[in-house]
């Protein structure tokens, strides 16, 4: 299992805005995906960090989604914004 916890963390309000609206069709698309155990980024109490949490069966289901997000509209949108990850395989 592979597991990617952490944040990202917006440099102002319009991007953390960005992420609440591309968030839900991201969402939708990540959980979908075979081999996606979980997949949530929740707001924190910080209006620009948010907390992301994804778990997937193996490495190849964890490289598809990376490499999907990599062209997704979330991914083009979102590319500013710092990603604070640790990725952990079990």
Known sequence: MITLEGF????RLEASQIVADNLP??????LAEAGCLRFSVTRTDDPLVWRVEESFIDRKAFTFH???????EWGSKT???IRDYTITEE
């Open 66 to 72: 990376q490499q999907r997000v990599a062209t997704s």
């Open 25 to 30: 069709e991201h969402q939708q698309r990540s």
């Open 79 to 81: 590319a500013g914004i």
């Open 8 to 11: 990202l963390r917006c440099s």
